[in-house]
């Protein structure tokens, strides 16, 4: 900024408060009282640069201002009250001013009393309970506690039918804040005053939302008496109540078409107003409604398209969103057109939200990909910030992944955008990309020079992703290697160590041209967790031995990485400083081992998500987490006792099984009490002698040892009883005993495990009709992950192959590939490949 | 869905024609060090004032506005809150400094009549909760003039015999 301009700001900010430079006529007497007043309050609400009101500054200003109390001004008492207010923060001691604030509040001057009532609020909680005037305008009781409030309810309810709009919309809001945690009290109100009929189109709104809000939580119908209120609404003389209510009925969940309509004709009415916080208010609420009805939205059609050329650029780009979203195929290249010439006025949120349509419009109509990749490649080339950027890479890269076709032009235009991007995580992300798809492309060479580019001419960050890039191409395509050979020599030149290291690594595994090691080693990553491998590593140094480390022994990462959502690009960890937050798994690690009876278990493999077994509002809550060890399993049983006139001691979870588990040992919690939730366990014994008989059903019984109390003071009687309460069956299935694992190249790893230990069988669905319904019946069943997208079907098609992958307790990768045909039923043909002869087995029985 | 509150406003702000605060008044957290509030400050006023909109979402609020001459008048509020309510506030805090300021809602005039304004904002918003939407209650309630009431306030029955009284004097001299 220019010197000049710089004094220039200095000088407004005392031009705007120097209050001497203007000589004010229309004073009355108390001139100094006021002036002073004034430059306090604007001192506290507007502080030069650099300055603060302190704490003992502002005591002492304070002080002197209760002086002011003495002086019959109207207008010098009002700003006193104010100023109270404001400093009511910073002062110490501002309780003194209470007496004169009260002696205000409830003297004969109405000016004062409402302002005097809310700067009392605002110091102390008046629990004196003189009278309170809430009927007056001006006197809402704010930032009260809630018991001193409800003292008020009988004045509130009087209030309520107030002639005067803005007392009936504080009394509405303060009954309901009184009583929002009785529903039944709440609804009588509603009744009440819907019934009655209000005033002030305020309070139409508050009730709107109440009833809106209670309509939600009871679940109520549709047919009830509050949707009709927030239905008649609809047709009120006030547009905010009419908005209000259109707005309400749309964010109704299970809202049907024909309830939906009268709201959208209304929004459409809306849509030409001249006011253009109506027509915005309008457009952004139909925006929502074409979400998930945009059938309901396509008889606005034209308005919106009247808005694409609205003045206020926020209104337009709602506009071509919600179209985005409702229109149809044919209209989509009109549309783009629409956006391209206005894309660049618009602020980088709503550019976003643009994209974001985009996407959702790519996904639908996947045949107008090359129009929509054009279109954000333009986008890519315009400036923008990083999460505009971010955005139109994303959603490059989802067409991309839906559109075969769209492969070679989508890479091209990405490839294009690196050459020239300053965003270290976006480079790092397409580079991976371009890894993963580029060797499987036609030519491949071609992309090799973009990416050998980056190695020469970025940060270190995008020079060793780019050098995992390369190495994909190395080991995916054989008449490349020798080239990436050269190419990953120079790298080990590289100033970076990360970087040199990444060459070194990946030149020794591709000199080595073995399918297998390119497999674990380039193409699929670490599939364990990074806390746990640092865990197992250190205890493995700890204790010499003689056998090398085993990777089987680290508990496995339990959220599978998904393909392209990985913000975190894979950089140098000197780069970044977090450390990894301990997953579910690791917590759930520490506390069994914490337990002395768990400690000869071996590492904790997996552990499943809890599972209730009571139903909800029973006496006692009681859900399950299975943790599978390597021959062994524990469950932890979280119980929690809902009666506050019983302690429960000695608690055990007693189970049955029907297979051939075996119950070593039980772990008591030992006491209960009243709404603190405590653990007990169970140690049961995998079976020995059928390893694929994996499932099980478990009978479980809560037994325990109950001793009535005292519900007020928790003080239980000396003697006690045992008793029992039966729970729901526990099911222990294949899936317990599988962790998913994502490999992102599937062939690979297929090659990796071989074929030592693989068996294949067919199989009839019976009562399966499509093969969506086949694949996700087995997905959730075997409780392994797919890969290769394989768990989309696409339409029209009668046959599908569908690629799992998963490690088995013990920590054996297994592989599943099973080809389905849709025929009159559905025919399976699985095909499982392990490390582990006794993995095949289990998949194979439990499918059958 | 958000809980039904009345506290529905956010902020009140006034800026001059440069972007820089003449008043601000927040009752949240939302910006709670000054340095963020002039930030937002900035960021809203380089978004609006070239353009004469009304209405606007930024940094994920709803921020509707109104300007006149030198001065910018802001309202702020949840971005699931009712537009028109904030229309409402904006339209009363506006309307009853016309009236305080005789129409002359500008940069000096505003200066000049802070201790008003101060009073008419806690007549309108207090702690985020509207009080009131009518301009005469407000004006009526800051009732800064005392005996010199304007013109264009009085009734027509005053103004009549005001210029009576006028013409009775202008005769006799």
């Keep these: 900024m220019p010197l000049g301009k710089k004094k220039k700001k200095k000088h407004d900010f005392h031009k705007n408060f120097d209050m001497s430079a203007h000589p004010h006529q ?3 007497p108390s001139q100094p009282g006021k002036r002073l007043l004034d430059k306090t309050h604007t001192f506290c609400i507007c502080p030069p640069p650099g300055e603060h009101f302190g704490t003992t500054e502002a005591t002492e200003a304070f002080f002197a201002m209760t002086r002011l109390f003495q002086s019959n001004d109207q207008t010098l008492r009002r700003m006193c009250y104010l100023t109270i207010k404001e400093m009511a923060n910073i002062s110490e001691d501002v309780i003194i001013v209470t007496s004169s604030l009260t002696k205000d509040m409830t003297g004969k001057e109405d000016v004062y009393r409402g302002p005097a009532i809310r700067a009392l609020c605002r110091i102390t909680d008046v629990s004196a309970a003189s009278s309170f005037p809430l009927s007056s305008p001006s006197c809402f009781p704010l930032h009260m506690s809630y018991d001193v409030v409800k003292r008020w309810v009988n004045e509130a309810q009087e209030a309520a039918s107030s002639d005067n709009i803005m007392v009936q919309y504080h009394a509405l809001g303060l009954l309901y804040h009184l009583r929002k945690n009785d529903r039944l009290a709440v609804s009588k109100m509603l009744n009440k005053f819907t019934k009655s009929g209000l005033k002030s189109p305020f309070a139409y709104c508050m009730l709107i939302r109440i009833a809106s809000k209670l309509l939600e939580e009871t679940e109520g119908g549709h047919d009830s008496p509050l949707f009709d209120f927030i239905e008649s609404c609809l047709r009120n003389k006030n547009e905010m109540v009419v908005y209000e209510a259109a707005s309400a009925i749309v964010h109704m969940p299970n809202c049907t078409a024909r309830e939906l309509a009268p709201a959208v004709s209304v929004l459409q009415l809306f849509c030409s ?40 650029r926020s209104i337009a780009t709602l506009a071509i969103t919600t179209l985005l979203k409702t229109g149809s195929e044919s209209s989509v290249d009109r549309l783009m057109k629409q956006i391209s010439s206005f894309v ?20 639908k109509y996947p045949r107008k990909h090359s129009v929509m990749m054009n279109f954000l490649s333009n986008m890519l080339r315009d400036d923008g910030g990083f999460e505009y950027k971010r955005a139109i890479v994303d959603c490059i890269i989802s067409i991309i992944e839906e559109n075969p076709e769209s492969k070679e032009t989508g890479l091209a235009h990405l490839c294009e955008f690196i050459e020239d991007c300053e965003h270290t995580v976006l480079a790092t992300k397409i580079l991976h990309l371009l890894g993963k798809e580029g060797p499987r492309t036609p030519s491949p060479s071609k992309y090799i020079r973009f990416i050998f580019n980056r190695v020469v001419l970025e940060s270190e960050a995008v020079r060793a992703a780019a050098v995992s890039a390369l190495a994909k191409f190395g080991a995916q395509n054989d008449d490349l290697l020798p080239s990436v050979l050269v190419l990953m020599q120079r790298c080990m030149m590289d100033s970076d160590d990360e970087v040199r290291d990444r060459a070194t690594f990946y030149m020794n595994v591709l000199q080595q041209k073995q399918k297998a090691l390119n497999a674990a080693y380039i193409f699929n990553g670490l599939s364990v967790s990074i806390p746990g491998l640092e865990k197992s590593l250190h205890q493995y140094t700890l204790e010499p031995s003689e056998k090398p480390f085993d990777m089987k022994t680290v508990p496995l990462a339990t959220t599978p990485i998904t393909e392209q959502k990985t913000e975190i690009a894979p950089v140098a960890t000197s780069k970044l400083p977090e450390k990894l937050a301990p997953s579910r798994q690791d917590i759930y690690q520490e506390q069994l081992a914490s337990i002395p009876e768990f400690q000869g278990l071996g590492p904790l493999f997996k552990s499943s998500e809890p599972v209730q077994l009571t139903e909800a509002e029973t006496e006692y809550v009681v859900r399950c987490i299975k943790h599978t060890f390597t021959r062994h399993m524990v469950f932890q049983f979280d119980c929690t006792n809902t009666l506050n006139d019983q302690l429960l001691q000695k608690v055990v979870v007693q189970m049955e099984p029907s297979e051939a588990y075996e119950v070593l040992h039980y772990i008591p919690a030992p006491s209960l009490p009243y709404s603190q939730p405590g653990s007990c366990y169970s140690l049961v014994r995998l079976p020995d002698d059928d390893p694929t008989a994996v499932s099980c059903t478990f009978s479980c019984t809560m037994k325990y040892l109950v001793r009535d109390c005292d519900p007020n003071t928790g003080e239980p009687d000396d003697d006690g009883y045992d008793d029992e309460y039966v729970l729901e069956d526990l099911e222990v299935t294949v899936a317990d005993h599988i962790q998913k694992v994502l490999k992102p190249n599937f062939s690979a790893a297929w090659e990796e495990v071989g074929d030592d230990f693989e068996k294949e069988e067919t199989f009839a669905l019976a009562s399966v009709r499509t ?9 959730s069943f075997l409780g392994m992950q797919p890969c290769e997208r394989s ?21 054996n990768d297994v592989l599943v590939r099973a080809r389905l045909a849709l025929g009159d039923g559905v025919t399976m043909q ?14 194979l029985a439990s499918v059958g | 869905q958000t809980e039904p509150s009345l506290y529905t406003v956010k902020a009140v702000l006034i800026l001059d024609n440069d972007g820089d605060r003449l008043y601000a008044k927040y009752y949240d957290d939302t910006y709670p060090t000054v340095k963020e509030q002039k930030a937002f400050e900035k960021n809203i006023f380089n978004k609006t004032h070239r353009t004469d909109s009304e209405i606007a979402l930024l940094e994920g609020l709803t921020v509707v506005y109104k300007s006149n001459i030198d001065l910018f008048f802001y309202v702020i509020g949840s971005s699931h809150e009712n537009e028109l309510m904030l229309m409402a506030v904006l339209n009363c805090l506006f309307d009853s400094l016309s009236q305080m300021l005789r129409k002359n809602v500008e940069r000096r005039a505003l200066l000049e009549n802070m201790e008003g304004l101060f009073l008419a904002v806690d007549e309108i918003v207090d702690g985020g909760v509207i009080l009131e939407s009518d301009p005469q209650q407000v004006v009526h309630r800051v009732a800064l003039r005392g005996d010199d009431v304007p013109l264009t306030e009085q009734t027509v029955t005053q103004v009549l015999q005001s210029a009576k009284e006028q013409i009775k004097w202008s005769l006799l001299r």
């Design chain 1, 26 to 28: 229309d004073y009355l």
């Design chain 1, 273 to 312: 107003s001249p006011k253009a916080a109506l027509r915005y208010a309008a457009v952004r609420t139909l925006n929502k409604v074409a979400m998930k009805h945009p059938s309901a939205v396509t008889a606005c059609n034209l308005d919106l398209e009247n808005l694409i050329t609205d003045s206020n």
């Design chain 1, 344 to 363: 660049s006025e618009i602020s980088d949120e709503f550019k976003v939200v643009v994209v974001q349509a985009i996407s959702a419009l790519c996904q």
């Design chain 1, 771 to 779: 093969l969506d319904e086949a694949v996700g019946n087995i997905i």
């Design chain 1, 791 to 811: 768990d989309k079907v696409p339409e029209n098609k009668n046959s599908h192959v569908l690629f799992l992958a998963g490690v088995f307790r013990g920590g």
């Design chain 1, 830 to 843: 699985v095909t499982v490949r392990s490390g582990d002869e006794t993995a095949v087995d289990v998949i």
